[in-house]
C-alpha cells in the first residue's frame, strides 16, 4: 500500500493567497491540491489558518479588533 504524499503549510497559503505576487504559485499549488489524494496534520491546519489570519497580504483571512 502506497502512503499519501504529505502537504506543507506554504502549498495551502499558496493555494488561497490572493497576492497578485504569488499567482504562479498559486496556479502550481492549486493543481496539486486537485490533483493529490494528500494528508495534513493538526500542525499544517494550525500553521495555515496562523499565517492566513496574521498576513493580510495574502488576502485569504483578516482579523477585525
Known amino acids: 500500500m502506497a502512503a499519501s504524499p504529505f502537504i506543507d503549510t506554504n502549498i495551502l497559503l ?3 493567497s490572493n497576492a497578485a505576487a504569488d499567482a504562479p504559485k498559486k496556479r502550481i499549488a492549486f493543481a496539486l491540491l486537485a490533483e493529490l ?8 491546519v494550525q500553521e495555515y489558518l496562523s499565517n492566513a ?3 493580510k497580504a495574502l488576502g485569504i483571512f483578516h482579523r477585525t479588533n
Not at 489524494?37 to 499544517?44: A, G, H, K
Request: with cysteine; hydrophobic share 35%; net charge neutral.
Open 53 to 55: 489570519l496574521g498576513k
Open 37 to 44: 489524494d494528500f494528508c495534513l496534520s493538526s500542525q499544517v
Open 14 to 16: 499558496y493555494a488561497g
